[in-house]
């Protein structure tokens, strides 16, 4: 049977390993890092549990099918819970709790905008129409050519490609807290509301329809269940081991060497960062120019904070988004002028909340996000300086004192990104999802100019986001299926 080596072991790679090893592929995975899971590992200090990267488990129905496909269950791994509330949104002078049900939320909406929930519920029918067509017709499809987009149900809807979820959120709200709300979701694509298509508000059906998730024990859960699924498949794993060389012999994959050690293999699949795979390759075997990469608009990079309170905290939820600054300032500084945000908006999540398991009795697990974009300077001292900026704010915004309660904080940024994932300028989230770089104008699956090397993860199809990395790995592996088990031409 054919040897296949996986670069890298994030959702994306664990999830082509486990459909490889299915097919009956002999599989091994290479990761540079000590511990499995990539951008989505665990940390573990004095008693308290944090997730590094992910901590919104959205698209359930995603998680299902894929563990489905393998005649599992979610409920085999791990234990969800749906939160209610959701979230809740800080905002200057007010606050807005999102619940878990469309009743709950029209209820809150109404409370902002009278007439408000009619829109609401008209504007999640639509974009429940698209998530089905999304998640069904679209993103099962490899990115290979144009045509891939074309279906009865897109050329209905052509013009919500050329029209930005913030124009369609302006035409039907005037508030610029609902506003806000509704543009939220759409970061996770990673691209500005004003740059992202409209058809992409099947995100806001994800948010309040399917509802946010809890797995017990947190979204390493995921990561242990999927590396225990590609163990059961007879995956191959190897970690600490950096893959330094693709070697190519006519024209065609032949090893790589991780470590100085080299391992021969019919197949490679790098689920690394996009760029970083491609640089381990000669430069006659790269596809993209540096020109190219750096052209492209990145989703951002973060700066994180991982804080051990010895207390438990007041009015705050699992989740937590503190909008009371201006929303389009940050962005410009992201997207526009990228620089660190003169008044950032933040993240803030307490898993702890509703789920004990998370930090010891007594005791909160805090984690922090700033998004920043990718490529800025990164100092001890900058750290520091937004540290104290969000730590002021949260205790306004919450109305306690907590910078007293804290035992530890560990931290994130730019240059963590590149040291530990080799990611392009540090960025957190891969790739943003624009109309022009959807789908066919990704970067691609497999290489055009080697014969079976392929790539996988967030900087190709479909996209950033736990889901879109389960299904990258599915994409992936499907390519190789049939060129490998069918004997379908390569290019
Ligand atoms: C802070 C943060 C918060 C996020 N929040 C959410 C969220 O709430 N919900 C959500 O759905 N998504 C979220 N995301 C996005 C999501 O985590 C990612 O899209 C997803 O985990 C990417 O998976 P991947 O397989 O593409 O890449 P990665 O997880 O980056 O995996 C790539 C792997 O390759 C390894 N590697 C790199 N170079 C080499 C080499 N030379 N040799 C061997 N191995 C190598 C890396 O160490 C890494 O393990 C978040 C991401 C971040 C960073």
């Not at 919104?56 to 939160?83: G, H, R, V």
């Amino acid at each position: 049977m054919k040897k296949v080596i996986v670069i890298g072991s994030g959702f994306s790679s664990l999830s082509a390993a486990c459909y490889l090893a299915k097919y009956g592929f002999e599989v091994s995975i290479f990761e540079k890092n000590t511990t499995v899971g990539g951008r989505a590992r665990q940390l573990v200090k004095q008693g308290f549990t944090f997730d590094i990267g992910p901590s919104w488990y959205w698209m359930p129905d995603i998680f299902e099918k894929f563990f489905a496909d393998f005649n599992k269950k979610t409920s085999d791994y791990y234990q969800l819970e749906k939160l209610d509330p959701a979230y809740k949104i800080f905002f200057e002078d007010d606050v807005l709790t999102i619940g878990d049900t469309m009743d709950k939320i029209c209820e809150e909406f109404e409370r902002i905008e009278e007439g408000s929930s009619v829109h609401l519920r008209r504007f999640i029918r639509k974009a429940q129409e698209n998530y089905d067509i999304a998640i069904n017709k679209i993103v099962l499809k490899p990115g290979l050519s144009p045509l891939e987009l074309v279906t009865k149900e897109t050329i209905l809807r052509v013009d919500q490609f050329f029209k930005s979820i913030s124009q369609e959120v302006r035409k039907r709200f005037k508030n610029p807290k609902l506003i806000s709300t509704l543009e939220f979701p759409v970061l996770f694509l990673g691209a500005k509301p004003s740059k992202t298509p409209s058809f992409y508000n099947f995100m806001n059906y994800a948010d309040f329809g399917l509802g946010t998730w809890h797995p017990k024990g947190g979204m390493y859960e995921i990561i242990k269940a999927m590396e225990k699924l590609a163990l059961e498949l007879g995956v191959t794993i190897h970690t600490d081991s950096p893959v330094e060389k693709i070697e190519v012999e006519n024209g065609k994959v032949k090893a790589i060497v991780a470590k100085g050690n080299r391992f021969e293999g019919d197949i490679v699949i790098s689920g690394a960062d996009y760029h970083h795979s491609e640089t381990l390759l000669d430069k006659k075997y790269r596809q993209y120019s540096e020109e190219y990469w750096d052209n492209k608009t990145y989703a951002p990079s973060s700066l994180l904070f991982y804080v051990g309170f010895t207390k438990k905290l007041q009015r705050v939820e699992h989740h937590n988004l503190f909008f009371d600054t201006s929303f389009d300032l940050h962005s410009a500084e992201i997207y526009d002028h990228p620089k660190w945000p003169s008044e950032p908006l933040f993240y803030a999540n307490f898993p702890s909340v509703s789920d004990t398991s998370m930090a010891p009795e007594g005791c909160e697990t805090g984690f922090f996000l700033i998004p920043i974009a990718p490529g800025l300077e990164d100092t001890p001292q900058l750290r520091q300086q937004y540290f104290d900026i969000i730590m002021d704010r949260f205790e306004l915004r919450t109305g306690q004192s907590v910078k007293n309660s804290i035992l530890f904080k560990e931290s994130f940024c730019v240059n963590d990104f590149v040291e530990q994932y080799n990611s392009y300028k540090g960025n957190a989230y891969g790739m943003a999802n624009t109309l022009t770089q959807t789908a066919f104008l990704r970067p691609n699956l497999k290489s055009k100019k080697v014969e079976n090397l392929y790539f996988t993860g967030q900087l190709t199809v479909p996209g950033p986001g736990v889901p879109p990395s389960l299904i990258s790995g599915k994409l992936v592996s499907e390519l190789t299926i049939k060129k490998n088990l069918h004997n379908e031409s390569h290019i």
